[in-house]
């Protein structure tokens, strides 16, 4: 897979994975938590933490992925450079790095969607800068 590819394929996951996130936040309804114990996922999706400058992790998260996807599909067409699309990966990829950090030190608990979260911004960014 190309670096672009890595792009919309995560990208995609991101956008389906922050969706789930936003539905049961707004619902206030539990995730399910997968891999880890139900208590973890909860903890964290109710955490002070799980919103920054008010707004929900997952709705920024949300934003972020779609801005991606849209540059990444500017790029392709050859209308915007590929620096933007740099600069947004790592700042979400650092956002991930920091929650992780909190779900681990600060929380003590971890959440699925949140790990796949990371996965996909540690990969995208991997791909833009190795690839």
Not at 21 to 42: N, Q, R, S
Not at 58 to 70: D, E, K, P, Q, R
Not at 102 to 125: D, Y
Request: proline share 3%.
């Amino acid at each position: 897979m190309n670096t672009i590819t890595f792009l919309y394929v995560f990208g995609a996951i991101g956008i389906l994975d922050t969706m789930y996130l936003m539905y049961h936040k707004w619902k206030g309804t539990d995730v399910a938590c997968i891999f880890f114990p139900k208590e973890w996922c909860h903890k964290v999706q109710y955490a002070p933490q799980s919103k920054t400058f008010g707004i929900p992790n997952a709705v920024a998260g949300f934003c972020m992925y779609a801005a991606i996807l849209v540059l990444t599909w500017f790029y392709t067409a050859g209308a915007v450079a590929l620096w933007p699309i740099l600069a947004l990966v790592t700042v979400g990829f650092l956002f991930s790095l920091y929650f992780m950090y909190v779900q681990g030190f600060i929380l003590r608990a971890f959440c699925t969607w949140c790990v796949i979260s990371f996965i996909n911004f540690s990969v995208m960014f991997i791909a833009v800068w190795f690839f």
